[in-house]
T-cell receptor, first 113, second 110 residues
């Protein structure tokens, strides 16, 4: 158990819809990272938050947004969903120092019909 | 931007054979981390290398960091079915977050 909790585990929705993925980091971790993993693809970094503030941005689409709340949990919002957004979305947390390991949650599998 | 390439993309081995995956960065790294993702699971941190030329071992796994700190390798001796999964390297350069390679998917045939 990594200590990182992601909900829901599975999400099935239709094109054009909007969904919210939730992540609770490990106790004591201040940084939260979001990744997208498509079939046979590596981990595409989307965005990082540290102690409530956006710290780094990766290949995140404008249709996607995220935030980290005062209690350090984070949400990833995906809107105007397209078939190509079907993927496994991972959240990871770390202490905040970039040279520290990241601890991944079990992921949310998003299926767009 | 920084890129991390991993080869091979896939590797099928007979149980008992050795396996190696290679990781190359377009920039000099301050450290490199390795993760393993079992089928249906999430990436799990294995190890971190920081020093030029560093070699670390975990049982049958040997990790190396190149002298120029731009490449790394993971070698597994005498693979077992429990080694099945995708192995990712992830490089850290400057203040940017870790950059993950696309991973090497290892299949072990019993």
């Amino acid at each position: 158990d990594s200590g990182v909790t992601q909900t829901p585990k599975h999400l099935i929705t239709a094109t054009g819809q909007r969904v919210t993925l939730r992540c609770s980091p490990r106790s004591g971790d201040l940084s939260v990272y979001w990744y997208q993993q498509s079939l046979d693809q590596g981990l595409q970094f989307l965005i990082q938050y540290y102690n409530g503030e956006e710290r780094a941005k990766g290949n995140i689409l404008e249709r996607f947004s995220a935030q980290q709340f005062p209690d350090l949990h984070s949400e990833l919002n995906l809107s105007s969903l397209e078939l190509g957004d079907s993927a496994l979305y991972f959240c990871a947390s770390s202490t905040g120092q970039e040279d520290q390991p990241q601890h991944f949650g079990d992921g949310t599998r998003l299926s767009i019909l | 931007g920084q890129q991390v390439m991993q080869i091979p993309q896939y590797q099928h081995v007979q149980e008992g054979e050795d396996f190696t995956t290679y990781c190359n960065s377009s920039t000099t790294l301050s450290n490199i981390q390795w993760y393993k993702q079992r089928p249906g699971g999430h990436p799990v941190f294995l190890i971190q290398l920081v020093k030029s030329g560093e070699v670390k071992k975990q049982k049958r796994l040997t990790f190396q960091f190149g002298e120029a700190k731009k490449n790394s390798s993971l070698h597994i001796t005498a693979t077992q079915t429990t080694d099945v999964g995708t192995y990712f390297c992830a490089g850290l350069s400057g203040n940017t977050p870790l950059v993950f390679g696309k991973g090497t998917r290892l299949s072990v045939i019993a």
